[in-house]
């Protein structure tokens, strides 16, 4: 049974605590911040804490009580906070880093990173149902809210629910989980909020396989490689997605980094699968289906030969084909009036100005209310802003919401149709939203320079905490992907997205609008699914995957 091979090495790697991104090099105008090392147990060395980063692998185990000034405080002090050893503090080195570091030790477990009604929902069910109860439940209310979702059950109970694309084989997915975390035989111990995703995933794998995939989209930073990196040649994604590909499934990556007119930059981020595509020589058939949708839905990139590699006749300047093979291949622009909706082609680019200066304005304000000096990466479609020092997820989310409410003001009293939430969890649409007028006036007590204007174009937004940077972006990743979809004339049932942020500080949660989504923490988790998704498709007999 295919997922049962996936299966052993999520329980080889339980520490289903998601891992949050760093800084987005792909909006930093300025020189990213170091790239988070997982690996390693001092994160701050990374970035050249000097002293304060050589703690060696040290654990803080030790009882506090009759240490004092030991050696073994400066340990303690000086070894980060596992949840952040990939968030900011781990890149982020200045004055303050002594402070941050030592404030480590005060643990805040919090859950900032999971939160979602429909899990914690489930969740709350456990302490009056058993496991299997839950999921049999929920598989009918997801049924049944699927027929009717103004009136069904997952209404009543979860208001903000969202729209199910596919049913979701909840009993299976517990069932797969159960033999290797045993979360009906547990007793005492209930589910927690991970868990529940990770059935949710599975079961969401498992329906979009049988309905037919036709489109998978990925995030990029902290859902294909670690946040601020890229796809290396040894990424065992190459093979899956040139798997998909040949499957006949088309593959896109859905991400926040834009670069405008810059194809080399984003080919900078994939290197080792452009490398793959002409290693593997994939004729055009094959890698047409693989695209890249940047700046949320901004710009469009499709893959094509090294453009000095074919002469008249087809073949290499040197007259052979083969050299040409050797050279990866290149990613271009699509034309704008090939795949954009007429809604994303009539934004005038005075009113993306305005946004992105209320947008700057506000962000800069809650920045000094915070005590937290960042610098202003501004760009043609975004616009964000970075720490100077360590800082802590928390204030970075508290930016976000703010940006969030602050735009949004005036959105709320000017309503639009939504389409929901979709796949795991409750469609909130997270950070996205749509600004209006007067939105920013909460700025103009700004202690800043920052001169904030008047009124806010009405354009769709997505403001989100990415763990190391807080951005505003022109339109957001509902509205790529349901271009995307059109482009490609796919049904929603057919598409599903994998992204790593579904908070509603996140910029992947707007994706539940129009399709099928899986929730993973991390790379790692990105590859167990894919595998189990490839072993269904396989397992089917859809062509191309061996
Ligand atoms: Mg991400």
Known sequence: MPAKRGLPLLAMTPAPTPTEPGARPAQAGAPPPAPPTPSSSTPLAAGGA??????????????????????????????????DADGPNSS??????????????????????????LIEFMLAMHATHTADEVAAKFEGWVADHRRDPHRSRLKRLIPGIGAFFTPLPLTQALAEYDEF????????????????????????????ATAGLELITFDADGTLYADGAHMRHDSDMIAHIVRLLRAGVHVAIVT????????????????????????????????????IMGGECNYLLRVVPPDDAFGADGNASD??????????????????????????????EADVAALLDAAEAVLVETASRLAVPVSVVRKERAVGVVPLAPTVYEVLEEMAITVQVELGAAAAERPRP??????????????????????????????????????????????????????VDVGNKSLGLEALKSYLGLDPSAVLHVGDRFTSSGNDAA????????????????????????????EQGQAGVE
Request: charged share 20%.
């Open 256 to 291: 926040a980094a834009g670069y405008p007119g810059d194809a080399a930059r984003f080919e900078a981020r994939l290197p080792g699968l452009l490398s793959a595509f002409a290693a593997l020589d994939l004729p055009a058939s094959v890698t047409d289906r693989f695209h």
């Open 418 to 471: 939504s389409g929901g939430g979709g796949g795991v969890g409750v469609g909130v649409g997270g950070g996205s939203g749509r600004a209006a007028a007067a939105a920013a006036a909460a700025s103009s007590s700004s202690p800043t320079s920052i001169p904030t204007p008047p009124t806010i174009p009405d354009l769709p937004f997505c403001a989100f905490n990415g763990g190391g940077d807080v951005f």
């Open 181 to 208: 975390f045993a979360l009906s035989r547990r007793v005492y111990v209930p589910p927690n909020f991970a868990e529940l995703r990770h059935v949710l995933n599975i079961a969401q794998v498992h329906a979009s």
């Open 92 to 117: 982020l080195l200045g004055p303050r880093a002594r402070s941050a570091s030592d404030a480590g030790v005060l643990r805040r477990k919090g859950h900032l990173k999971e939160q979602d009604p």
């Open 319 to 348: 007259g052979s084909k083969a050299s040409a093979r050797r050279r990866p291949r290149r990613l271009a622009f699509v034309d704008d009036g090939e795949w954009k909706s007429p809604e994303m082609a009539a934004w005038r």
């Open 50 to 83: 000097g002293a304060l980063a050589a703690t060696g692998a040290s654990t803080p185990n030790a009882s506090l009580a009759h240490h004092g000034p030991h050696p073994e405080w400066a340990d303690l002090l000086n070894t980060p906070e596992p949840d």
């Open 511 to 538: 994706t539940r609008d129009c399709c099928s989504i899986l929730w993973v923490a991390n790379p790692e988790e990105t590859d167990f699914f894919i595998r189990m998704l490839l072993g269904d498709l396989e």
